[in-house]
């Protein structure tokens, strides 16, 4: 009786581990650490949750985005996101081009949304486009 535990215990573990693996490697927290150390672009997202705020790996800097919720003429979605970067000295280098390569890629997932910088990246973006 005593070895059949021992067989069953081993296997519940193996099983467990086997499925801590598969959950560790699919987490979409890891993949962005990941982007963000080797300086890819990354987006985290969870789009069914409207409280909780995407996160944007590019080119060695971290950017968060808060979205509100509004109305549209039919329904109600994010119509404002605001942008900032979590360490504004990661910003060295990143060019108007880069912004607005983030901003199609944040308007693919939402469409009729209003994207506002923060600042200092709001200054760059309002500084080049008025000359």
Do not use: C, H
């Amino acid at each position: 009786m005593l070895p059949l535990l021992i067989r069953l215990a081993v296997i519940a573990l193996i099983i467990y581990v086997f499925y801590k693996a598969i959950r560790y490697i699919t987490d979409p927290k890891r993949k962005l650490d990941e982007a963000y150390e080797k300086n890819q672009y990354y987006f985290y997202d969870d789009v069914k949750n409207v409280r909780k705020n995407f996160f944007i790996s590019y080119k060695g800097a971290l950017f968060e985005g808060e979205k509100y919720l509004g109305t549209t003429e039919d329904a109600f979605e994010i119509v404002t996101i605001f942008i900032g970067a979590r360490d504004a000295a990661t910003l060295q280098g990143l060019t108007k081009n880069d912004f607005e390569y983030l901003q199609q890629e944040i308007l693919t997932s939402y469409p009729n949304a209003k994207i506002n910088w923060k600042q200092p990246i709001e200054q760059l973006m309002r500084d080049t486009s008025s000359n």
